[in-house]
Structures are given as structure tokens and as C-alpha cells.
């Protein structure tokens, strides 16, 4: 069972509790369990609490609040506590906090990590001709010749986006299980590009987005027109090459 998604997402709630849950394994082995330690804690903390407990709300108004400044006042409020279940209730919220704290470094450092933009590209092969559309009023290589394409967005897979860019480009259906891996592309500096052959699919494709794409055409994939996108072309050719994977632009 996961918890907040993958254990290995930046900054999800499953990731720092498994490490958690290592770090509690390796203290016992080497100090044991520690039974029969007493907690030292008890009003005489009281003051050292309610200093901390003013300091974070200075700080909070002020807009200087760090994660030292919520950490430290749990903290010393468990310490003021000696009734068992007060006590096992401020620790509580002492984990918390700190489970808190190592989320947002996870984040941060995911934040500060390289990030691509993926897009899927839909090959639809008929008698050794593949189909393309002229892209039109788009801003983005407008009048030259490109594959059926796109964004993968939030929550897709790489092939449910691929059939769904299928869908909304060229009007055909595809079934995300019969589109078969051909080519992967890292293009400079920040796109990584997917490339699938559908091995079928359903209707007759025609120019649904109107918008985009002034006319649809059937090309031999050895004889591509010279007005075609650069990237894609030079993936269709590493794709009659036998190639799995290319570089473009670096």
C-alpha cells in the first residue's frame, strides 16, 4: 500500500515515511529497542514552551517563520507535558512536523532538478505511406508538414496521449494497447519526444482540426516531403533505421 502516491514522488508523504520507517529499523539495531528509558519531561518546561510558542508567533507576524521556529515549539511543548496521553499527542505532532520539513526539501530539490516536456507522436502507416498534416495558424512551423502530435498532459499515459492526440488531430480511434513503441527522441535543450506506430485503428482519418492543419497527406516513409519538420523527419529516418532512440539539436 502506498500513501499520497508513488513512494517515489518528491516530496510525497509515502517516500518520508518509508525512509522513516529505515531509519527507526537501523536505530534498533544498533541500540535496540531502549525500553525503560524515562521521559524527562514535565511543566518545569513550561516557560522554555511558552517562549517558543511567542517567538513563532513573532516571527509568523513579522514573515520571518521557518521550519526551526515550528519545530522547536512542538517540540518543547511535548517536553512541557508529562501526562502519558498529552505527551504521546505532542510528539505526535512533533513527527508531523518534521515529516512536514523533509517533504518541502524533497520538493525544493525537485524544483531545482532539470524537468523535459514529453510529447507523443502517432504513426499511422498504410501500404508504406505514413500520414501527415500541414500545420496552419498555429505560431509553430506553420505550412510545413508534421505527424499527428502532441503534449502529454496531466495524469496520462504516454499512450493514452498518443490516441488521444490521434483522436483530436486526424478523427481516427485508436486503442492505446495496438500503438507499439518505434523511436524516442531528446531534442535540445528540454523535449523528449515519443514515437508510436499504431498497428490499427478505427475510421477514416480526416483533417479534424481545421484550425491547426490545412491538409492532411499520405507519404512514403522513405520519400518524405523536403517541407516537413525537422525533428520528426530525422525520427522517421532513425525509425527505418532500425533506431530506437536519437538527438536532435544538441
Known amino acids: 500500500m502506498t500513501i499520497?502516491?508513488?513512494?517515489?514522488?518528491?516530496?510525497?508523504?509515502?517516500?518520508?515515511?518509508?525512509?522513516?520507517a529505515d531509519e527507526r529499523v537501523a536505530q534498533d539495531r544498533r541500540w535496540g529497542v531502549q525500553e525503560g528509558l524515562t521521559d524527562g519531561t514535565g511543566p518545569q518546561h513550561g516557560d522554555e514552551a511558552e517562549r517558543a510558542k511567542r517567538e513563532t508567533g513573532e516571527a509568523s507576524r513579522e514573515g520571518r517563520l521557518t521550519w526551526r521556529h515550528v519545530l522547536v515549539e512542538e517540540v518543547l511543548e511535548?517536553?512541557?507535558e508529562e501526562d502519558p496521553d498529552r505527551l504521546r499527542a505532542?510528539?505526535?505532532?512533533?513527527?508531523?512536523?518534521?515529516?512536514?520539513?523533509i517533504q518541502d526539501i524533497d520538493r525544493r530539490a525537485a524544483r531545482d532538478r532539470f524537468r523535459a516536456i514529453v510529447d507523443v507522436h502517432v504513426l499511422l502507416v498504410r501500404d508504406g505511406e505514413v500520414l501527415m498534416g500541414r500545420r496552419s495558424g498555429t505560431g509553430y512551423a506553420d505550412g510545413l508538414w508534421h505527424l499527428p502530435s502532441g503534449h502529454l498532459e496531466a495524469g496520462e499515459s504516454a499512450t493514452e496521449a498518443a490516441a488521444r492526440e490521434a483522436r483530436e488531430e486526424v478523427g481516427v480511434?485508436?486503442?492505446p494497447a495496438d500503438l507499439v513503441f518505434a523511436h524516442v527522441m531528446h531534442r535540445a535543450p528540454d523535449r523528449v519526444?515519443?514515437?508510436?506506430?499504431a498497428e490499427r485503428?478505427?475510421?477514416?482519418?480526416?483533417?479534424?482540426?481545421?484550425?491547426?492543419?490545412s491538409e492532411l497527406g499520405w507519404f512514403p516513409l522513405d520519400r518524405l516531403p523536403q517541407d516537413t519538420v525537422g525533428?520528426?523527419?530525422?525520427?522517421?529516418?532513425?525509425?527505418?533505421?532500425g533506431e530506437a532512440f536519437g538527438l536532435y539539436g544538441f
Open 201 to 213: 485503428w478505427a475510421g477514416e482519418p480526416y483533417n479534424a482540426e481545421p484550425d491547426k492543419c
Open 4 to 20: 499520497d502516491g508513488d513512494y517515489g514522488l518528491p516530496g510525497s508523504l509515502g517516500r518520508v515515511l518509508r525512509a522513516v
Open 231 to 241: 525533428y520528426p523527419a530525422e525520427a522517421l529516418r532513425g525509425i527505418g533505421r
Open 173 to 175: 480511434r485508436v486503442d
Open 78 to 80: 511535548a517536553f512541557a
Open 90 to 101: 505532542e510528539l505526535t505532532q512533533v513527527a508531523a512536523v518534521a515529516v512536514k520539513w
Open 193 to 197: 519526444g515519443i514515437f508510436f506506430v
